[in-house]
Nanobody
Framework: QVQLVESGGGLVQPGGSLRLSCAASGNIFSIRTMGWYRQAPGKERELVATITSGSTTKYVDSVDGRFTISRDNAKNTVYLQMNALKPEDTAVYYC???????????????RGQGTLVTVSS
């Protein structure tokens, strides 16, 4: 089994910053692509950013230039630094990881439980 645990959400004023973390633990051989999704009230889940094992990153247009995704492979952790936050960034943020699991070495996709980010004055 593999668990993903997110942290770092909360309430922030427009223009502020937050840093989300997501740590993976369990029967992990390696982790391929990691990413962050978000789901705002009444909206579909949206892919925000991804980072490969080689640290190639991609962002949805609405956050490009404001958010930065990074990872620490030694800690099996992915981060999302969010700057210049806007009210429309309000959502539950979920991390996602493609994990090569032990002992089968099969690649499975896992998702965290989510952390709420609220941008409001």
């Amino acid at each position: 089994q593999v668990q993903l645990v997110e942290s770092g959400g909360g309430l922030v004023q427009p223009g502020g910053s937050l840093r989300l973390s997501c740590a993976a633990s369990g029967n992990i051989f390696s982790i391929r692509t990691m990413g962050w999704y978000r789901q705002a009230p009444g909206k579909e889940r949206e892919l925000v950013a991804t980072i490969t094992s080689g640290s190639t990153t991609k962002y949805v247009d609405s956050v490009d230039g404001r958010f930065t995704i990074s990872r620490d492979n030694a800690k099996n952790t992915v981060y999302l630094q969010m700057n210049a936050l806007k009210p429309e960034d309000t959502a539950v943020y979920y991390c996602n990881a493609e994990v090569v699991v032990r002992p089968s070495f099969v690649t499975l996709t896992y998702r965290g439980q989510g952390t709420l980010v609220t941008v409001s004055s």
